[in-house]
């Protein structure tokens, strides 16, 4: 079992920078594929970026590639969403999850899911 609590979030102009946090409890955190997700209002939840069990493997969605950055922290339980040149488009809610089968991509693949948090990018 793994339980996550997303920080970070918050209101930028276009061109700033947010830095998100996922905190992980669980014994069996360093295993599992970690990624982070995001939904705007009246859209589909869609991918942002993937990182594997020993952090060793990154993937991005192409509109954050190069922008957006993800790392983990295996001794602190924690993963991280540098996320630079922010755009308007980036507004959504942040998801982090725990993937537990299938493709790095997929909504579906992730079995444990924070409950999100706010990241607004005014124009």
């Known amino acids: 079992q793994v339980q996550l609590v997303e920080s970070g979030g918050g209101l930028v102009q276009a061109g700033g920078s947010l830095r998100l946090s996922c905190a992980a409890s669980g014994r069996t955190f360093s295993s599992h594929t970690m990624g982070w997700f995001r939904q705007a209002p009246g859209k589909e939840r869609e991918f942002v970026a993937a990182i594997g069990g020993s952090g060793g493997i990154t993937y991005y969605a192409d509109s954050v590639k190069g922008r957006f950055t993800i790392s983990r922290d295996s001794a602190k339980n924690t993963v991280f969403l540098q996320m630079n040149s922010l755009k308007p488009e980036d507004t959504a809610v942040y998801y982090c999850?725990?993937?537990?089968?299938?493709?790095?991509?997929?909504?579906?693949?992730?079995?444990?899911w924070g409950q999100g948090t706010q990241v607004t990018v005014s124009s």
């Open positions: 999850a725990a993937r537990v089968t299938g493709t790095m991509i997929a909504v579906g693949s992730y079995g444990y």
